[in-house]
């Protein structure tokens, strides 16, 4: 029965949830409160800021960032946890999976943290900006799809950028509608089709982040 308690994540027996009694008290206390805060505080400042104050940046840029920023706090990860931070015994295979989840929790924090203080507070402006194309997810409901409209986000460069918009204004916007996956190359060298009303958010890090994307006035 004894040899049966004695497995990796119950170490002597005790819950995996139990402070170590060999090891001082405040330091464990400490160690949980921030391994908590990162892991669950990260991914929910991250769709905080990802639903209200989403940078307005190409969008390669954040997937470039986003993996970038893992495979950094992944390799991080080994000079922050060495092999004694783990349960003896533990499989090397969980460990990588650790360090691969603190990545993404630590780049969710990243970005939350840096996007609710580069957009909380900040002036908004409104430009008009040309559309060149939309399209929609494919769920079955209507009612549940994105709908993305690819438009020129900052005039008067040609660079075209996908953002989701509300039906009403997807609806509403006579614009050609392109399939899922289109590349980049091919809407940039679109015409342009329409327009829409984009507002932004000023950024105090000087990046501008999405408030809406409206029907300008004056236009069908």
């Known amino acids: 029965m004894a040899a049966a308690q004695e497995v990796w994540w119950r170490p002597g027996g005790r819950s995996p949830f139990a402070l170590d009694p060999t090891k001082p008290r405040w330091p464990q206390i400490v160690s949980i409160v921030g391994q908590c805060s990162i892991i669950f505080g990260g991914p929910a400042l991250g769709l ?42 533990m499989p090397q295979l969980l460990k990588l999976q650790f360090r691969a989840g603190y990545g993404l929790c630590m780049t969710g924090l990243l970005l ?7 957009g909380y507070d900040t002036p908004l402006v409104s430009r008009e900006v040309a559309v060149v194309s939309k399209h929609a997810t494919r769920h079955s409901d209507p009612a549940r799809r994105t709908y993305y409209v690819a438009l020129r986000a900052w005039p008067p460069s040609r660079t075209v950028v996908q953002l989701s918009a509300p039906r009403d204004v997807y609806d509403r916007l ?45 236009h069908g």
Do not use: C
Request: charged share 15%; glycine share 14%.
């Open 48 to 89: 905080v800021t990802i639903k209200y104050y989403p940078f307005l940046i190409q969008d390669h840029a954040i997937y470039i960032g986003g993996i970038t920023s893992t495979i950094f706090w992944f390799i991080a990860s080994f000079a922050i946890f060495g092999d004694k931070s783990f349960p003896r015994g």
């Open 112 to 118: 939350g943290l840096g996007g609710i203080a580069n």
């Open 174 to 218: 006579a614009v050609p509608v392109t399939a899922i996956g289109t590349s980049q190359e091919e809407l940039t060298a679109m015409p342009d089709n329409g327009a829409a009303r984009l507002t932004v958010g000023e950024g105090r890090f000087g990046l501008e982040w999405l408030k809406q994307i409206s029907f300008p006035e004056g």
